[in-house]
């Protein structure tokens, strides 16, 4: 038998030049929504979670509070879901019968800055106030901003709360979601935007409604057509938070002054990965194969290129 023909060395480097090259391509260019909003692809773990909500193989696998509105005029069938009703990682929406939730648009908080183009002025939304619900604990950061700024801060309005008579509330602190703590935002289309805790929804209007973000956060999913009064009614957006001290950020783990969502956003981005990296792989039973085979290929390729 004659010896296999040894792979000449001049070719050898090219080829670890051209996957070295593609990697940092891979790593400076990730899918992008609008020209100047950062938006990530789905984890495969948090796409296939997504996917088994959608087609009711997941659905609400725990219903902490029900009776919650994502439309106005639509019915009473959103839920706040989690994982696991004694020791919850998670907590997220679900509309019922394969549906999530719609986007709304939050003006709260302060406006203003370099991104301030005018979409979220008073006149244009609905239900404008002028300070997120956890003003207090950004002003006790003291890093120089009074409030989230619904234009740099991808914040997403989360619980609810009011004292009517009869009216629907939930707490998620009661579960161990943290004030201010990282969260995963969902939309159609492979895309995903952490988000941050940053409001509630209160009792203003004449139904507890969910589904509400910062302007910032809903421009990074649709681009700017979206305005303070006109957001993304599809009810096909998956909100996630996480449970725990660790999904929080706190005073030094985020850039809370940063004048440009990007800036922001890239800021949260490696907390962001590791939460939906600890979400437990196939929430809804799948296994997560593929993601693992790409993994093992990058460590191989990887290994490769250090030998
Ligand atoms: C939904 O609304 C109906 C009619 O208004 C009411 O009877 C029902 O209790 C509500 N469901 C929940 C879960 O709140
Ligand atoms: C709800 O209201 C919107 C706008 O106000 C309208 O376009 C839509 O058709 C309504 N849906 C239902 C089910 O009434
Ligand atoms: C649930 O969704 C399916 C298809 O998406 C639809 O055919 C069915 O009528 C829905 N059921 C209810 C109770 O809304
Ligand atoms: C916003 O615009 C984009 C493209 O410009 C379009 O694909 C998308 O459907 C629009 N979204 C809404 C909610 O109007």
């Known amino acids: ?14 080829c670890r030049w051209t996957y070295a090259a593609l990697l940092l391509f891979c790593a400076a260019f990730p899918a992008r929504g609008d020209s100047s909003f950062l938006v990530n692809t789905v984890p495969q773990n948090l796409d296939n979670f997504y996917h088994d909500l ?22 009473n069938t959103t839920s706040y879901c989690t994982n696991d ?7 997220y929406l679900s509309g019922g019968n394969g549906t999530l939730s719609n986007m709304d648009i939050d003006c709260d908080g302060v406006q203003g800055g370099s991104q301030d183009d005018g979409r979220c002025s008073l006149g244009r939304s609905p239900d404008y106030q002028d300070a997120t619900a956890f003003r207090d604990v950004i002003q006790s950061y003291n ?21 009517k ?13 943290r004030p201010l703590s990282v969260m995963a935002v969902v939309c159609p289309g492979n895309k995903m935007v952490y988000g941050i805790w940053g409001d509630t929804n209160g009792d203003d209007g004449d139904k507890p409604m969910v589904g509400e973000v910062s ?8 681009g700017k057509n979206m305005t303070g009064d006109n957001g993304y009614d599809g009810m096909d957006v998956l909100y996630v938070a996480f449970t725990g001290k660790d999904a929080v950020p706190g005073k030094n783990g ?23 990296q600890r979400m437990r792989a196939g929430a809804g039973g799948r296994k997560v194969t593929s993601s693992w085979v790409v993994a ?3 460590f191989a390729g990887g290994l490769w290129l250090a030998l």
Not at 3 to 14: D, F, S
Not at 143 to 163: A, E, K, M, R
Request: overall charge negative.
């Open 1 to 14: 038998m004659s010896p296999a023909t040894p792979i000449r060395e001049p070719t050898l480097r090219l």
């Open 54 to 75: 959608r087609e009711r193989v997941a659905s609400c696998q725990h219903n902490l509070a029900g009776g919650f509105y994502s439309v106005d005029n639509g019915t």
């Open 85 to 91: 009703p004694h020791r919850p990682s998670i907590i």
């Open 143 to 163: 890093v120089g901003i009074s409030d989230l700024n619904t234009y740099v801060h991808p914040y997403v309005v989360f619980g609810n709360s009011g004292s």
């Open 165 to 177: 008579p009869g009216w629907r509330t939930f707490d998620p602190t009661e579960y161990g979601v």
């Open 215 to 222: 302007i910032a956060l809903a421009t990074a999913c649709w």
């Open 254 to 276: 985020a850039d809370w002054a940063a004048k440009d969502y990007d800036t922001f956003e890239r800021s949260i981005q490696g907390l962001g990965d590791k939460l939906v």
């Open 296 to 298: 093992g290929g990058v």
